[in-house]
């Protein structure tokens, strides 16, 4: 990867708007916007003080035609998102201004920019560490408020900093180990072992901490994925409408109505939920309603919660009890549905029903659909509310700390085992790599790569 040419891309999205944003980065910046753009004031891009706009129109230079009016702003090293100069032109937010525009800076010495290369360049640059970089595309893809509030303090680096103060720990214990390498005939007995197990179990103490909070944390970022089960018939879709509080999926009284997977995004107290309602579970013989089934199935085992969905105004089926004796504890809900008709089942006297929270509903009427989101919320969160600073969003971050937490455990068992320093070193080591990464200290390539993959062009 580059960075010592001028990179620009279209930093708003295609279509029409009132203005739309192409971006350049790089040394030659100034002097690529230069030759497009003319001020009818005749002011100078190169004398602009940083920070300033100026308006005036791009003009090509070999035909001398008007592409558009703009507005440019120019913001000079090292106070920009990239720490290089910025130039951004405000063009009006047609597809055409932008791309001819485009095209101008192109031909005009500038290279087009790879996805996410003006946040990487922010990276390599130094302005931001790899955790921060991860955390403006979640700004950029929030759900909810509630993730944006955590995706923001994450951009402003407070989890960089929890990261840093680790790797701070980890530093000064690797020093006290590794200075007992340099003393081959020192009796192993003569170090300070106490101290070193103290100091290790508080790294230990920190990571597990983190980790802790990964569950709230991946779901606020990435959603909380709620699949409705249930056998046909029973009111999974819906309880899809009335969640929704509209008629998004096909409610009729013929079994096996819902063949494919129908999914919608809710906001629940801020918890982002992607819920999913799916065909009826049931042994069919036509192909589509099968294939439906075998989904259905999959999202079950897959979800992070499945609401088993059951008729209350019917007896128990043998394939209620089938998913009932299928589902895991912890992740499941059981609902019964149909409140408003007489019941048959009583969640009191069912001994399968114990190891799960049960709730009844009726999803024609909408009764205790405000206690059903209070509960979705409760075992998602596990208690914990609103966005946090010290909390772990990312899958990446969280196998990094799973695997300095695993590295910090053999540290202390071998450490008990009065292992030489030499080797006791090499487990802190892999700590000390394994948070490097999530800083972007010691990530490699590959993973660079993958991660500004991700970003649209022109962040
Ligand atoms: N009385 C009553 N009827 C309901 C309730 N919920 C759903 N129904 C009715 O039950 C029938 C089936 O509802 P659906 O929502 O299509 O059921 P489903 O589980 O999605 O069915 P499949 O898609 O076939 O698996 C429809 O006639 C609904 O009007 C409820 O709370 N009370
Ligand atoms: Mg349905």
Redo the contacts with the bound molecule.
Sequence with gaps: MHTDDTITAISTPVGHSGIGIVRLSGKDAIKIADRIFRSPKKKNIKKTPSHRMLYGHIIDPETKDIIDEVLLSIMKAPNTYTKEDIVEINCHGGAVPLRRTLELLLKCGARHAEPGEFTRRAFLNGRIDLAQAEAVLDVINALTVESQKTAVQQLRGTFSKKMESIREMLLELTALVEAHIDFPEEDIESIPLAGMKNRAAEIRKSLEKLIDTSRYGMILRDGLKTAII?R???????LLNALLAHDRAI???I????RDVIEDHLNIQGLPVKIMDT??IREVKDIAEKEGVKRSLRLMEEADLVLLLLDGSEDLHDTDRELIEKSETGSTMIVI??S??PQKIDPAVEADFKPFPTLTI???TDTGLDTLKSRIVELATGGRSGSGADMVTNIRHVHALERALSSMDSFSSEAGRKTPPEFLAVELRDALDAIGEILGITTPDDILNRIFDNFCIGK
């Design positions: 249930g046909p018939n029973v009111g999974k879709s819906s409610v009729t009284n079994p096996g109505t819902t065909a009826g549905n149909k408003d008709l009726s999803a024609k």
